[in-house]
């Protein structure tokens, strides 16, 4: 599917020896970045799975079970031992992943958003048709912003904060996440700047600091949900809009509808947060990234 992550986070957590990505002609530029970073964490003695890439239609189930069999046919290893994840690609891609799941009588997983949290549910289908739920995952730790960035756009490059409401900001984010990198620019996307992505735990936000004229504007919303669309950073990803001022109430709606956070701090024009304000953006950060 569009979403590495969907992909990635059952991968670090299952740790498979054997990897084989089933994707479509739209997909295999994803398929192959993934390939490119499990390659990268390889040679730092992270992670080792030998893997393969097949590519099939995405809605065409006779060829998406044949490319299946065909897949199962060179595995030497015990059917059972096998696992599907059905999370991404097309509605036909994981009925098919599912029927070849049922026909090996192995487990196959699904990761959802539950909250705060990504979970992996975990089951078994029987070739009698019966379902046993086997697990639930809770993915900790496995994750870092590095990797989340490689699995998504590729190389990138950092700075650091750049004006004295940002680096307020900074100082906030430091003190509630596991990790902040600043001014992220992407090398595929040499025009877009994402001012701080910060992690907590294993869900992931992007921040974007807006002050003065600029934090009023409504173009800057076509920039965040640009910056974190699909295509470019995924659904997985959390959206927060800090400004230093009240924001107008059709921007407000805006901002809700594509699920952009809005934290208003009025008091930043002073030089330093209230201690309203301050709560505020740590109340909400928690609220979307707290686990």
């Known amino acids: 599917g569009e979403q590495p992550i969907a992909n990635l986070v059952p991968i670090l957590c299952l740790r498979p020896q054997y990897l084989d990505f089933l994707c479509t002609d739209r997909t295999r530029q994803i398929a192959e970045r993934l390939d490119l970073l499990l390659d990268e964490m390889a040679s730092q003695d992270r992670l080792q799975i030998q893997v393969g890439i097949r590519e099939v239609h995405p809605y065409d189930m006779l060829d998406i079970d044949k490319n299946l069999r065909k897949l199962l046919d060179e595995q030497v290893c015990d059917p059972q031992k096998l696992i599907f994840n059905l ?5 036909m891609m994981a009925i098919s992943a599912y029927r070849m799941a049922q ?57 650091s904060s750049e004006n004295e409401f940002e680096q307020l900001v900074y100082e906030v984010l430091k003190s509630e996440c596991d990790e902040v990198k600043a001014s992220v620019r992407p090398r595929s996307h040499g025009n877009i700047e994402i001012d701080f992505v910060v ?63 809005v934290i208003e701090t009025p008091s930043a024009k002073e030089g330093k947060f209230s201690d309203e304000d301050e709560l505020k953006l740590r109340t909400e950060i928690r609220k979307h990234l707290g686990v």
């Open 87 to 91: 999370t991404g690609g097309t509605k």
């Open 103 to 159: 026909f090996c009588s192995g487990p196959f997983c699904y990761l959802i958003s539950e909250g705060r949290q990504n979970v992996i549910h975990c089951y078994r289908a029987t070739q009698t048709g019966e379902l046993e739920f086997i697990e639930k995952i809770h993915p900790s730790g496995i994750i870092d912003i590095d990797t989340y960035l490689k699995a998504h756009l590729g190389a990138y490059d950092e700075g």
């Open 199 to 261: 992690r907590k735990d294993s869900r992931v936000g992007t921040v974007e600091v807006k002050s003065g004229r600029k934090a009023r504007s409504k173009g800057v919303l076509g920039q965040i949900i640009t910056s974190t669309e699909a295509a470019f950073l995924g659904t997985y990803t959390k959206r927060f809009l800090v400004i230093d001022d009240e924001y107008p109430y059709d921007n407000l709606k805006l901002a809700e509808f594509h699920n952009i956070t």
